[in-house]
């Protein structure tokens, strides 16, 4: 069964404090993963796709990896505004009506406080 | 630049009640998804239109739940005789064609309570 996890399930960090987000999964025929940042009450907002092991993708303090069995999420220097839930997503080879959909994990809760 | 919007955003029914969730994508976004994200949870899939087509219904938990996007723009959730399991925010997304390569962009959900 295709799975996705997340760990750890919260981290909080000092603002300064870089760390790193975990995201493994056991599917067949990856064909992205997905990272998405969800605040309070919103819906998930895009914030990177990973394509091939190796792949490595940036955005400001955000760094997201990708190896055939795992992902990372590295945050460095955090802020306070970057508290928020991570969530990493898959989306399946295609074949058969798995094509569209996204298959999440529970999801990182990270605090950073001041 | 409008992105995916949902209505209503706050939804409150009694067991047993009928109800309609809508969702109206981005402009010229010919595929459409909807999930249901329980609390603590990621979203879980639930239906994947690919213009008025449901392309993969697989993660419909029941025949309770029906969903239509008859003019391949906005689709409509609806759930009848609903459950207090049903509670949850039922989130909306969009993307250009489908493809694995297009970003799936979110709405800001509606949050269903069943009491």
């Known amino acids: 069964e295709d799975q996705v996890t997340q760990s750890p399930e919260a981290l909080r960090l000092q603002e300064g404090e870089s760390s790193s987000l975990n995201c493994s999964y056991t599917?067949?025929?990856?064909?992205?993963l997905f990272w998405y940042r969800q605040d309070p009450g919103k819906g998930p907002e895009f914030l990177f796709t990973?394509?091939?092991a190796g792949e490595e993708k940036e955005k400001e303090r955000l760094k997201a990896t990708l190896t055939k069995k795992e992902s990372f999420l590295h945050i460095t220097a955090p802020k306070p505004e970057d508290s928020a839930t991570y969530l990493c997503?898959?989306?399946?080879?295609?074949?058969?009506?798995?094509?569209?959909?996204?298959?999440f994990g529970q999801g990182t809760i990270l605090t950073v406080h001041p | 630049g409008a992105g995916v919007s949902q209505t209503p955003s706050n939804k409150v029914t009694e067991k047993g009640k009928y109800v309609e969730l809508r969702c109206d994508p981005i402009?010229?976004?010919?595929?459409l998804y909807w999930y249901r994200q329980s609390l603590g949870q990621g979203p879980e899939f639930l239906i994947y239109?690919?213009?008025?087509?449901?392309?993969?219904d697989s993660g419909l938990p029941n025949d309770r739940f029906f969903a239509v996007r008859p003019e391949g723009s906005v689709s409509t959730l609806k759930i009848q005789r609903t459950e207090r399991g049903d509670s949850a925010v039922y989130l909306c997304?969009?993307?250009?064609?489908?493809?694995?390569?297009?970003?799936?962009?979110f709405g800001p959900g509606t949050r269903l309570t069943v009491l």
């Open positions: 997304a969009s993307s250009l064609s489908g493809k694995s390569t297009d970003t799936q962009y």
């Open positions: 599917v067949s025929g990856l064909r992205g």
């Open positions: 990973l394509y091939s």
């Open positions: 997503a898959v989306q399946l080879g295609a074949g058969g009506t798995s094509y569209g959909k996204l298959t």
């Open positions: 402009s010229g976004h010919t595929a």
């Open positions: 239109f690919q213009g008025t087509g449901a392309a993969d």
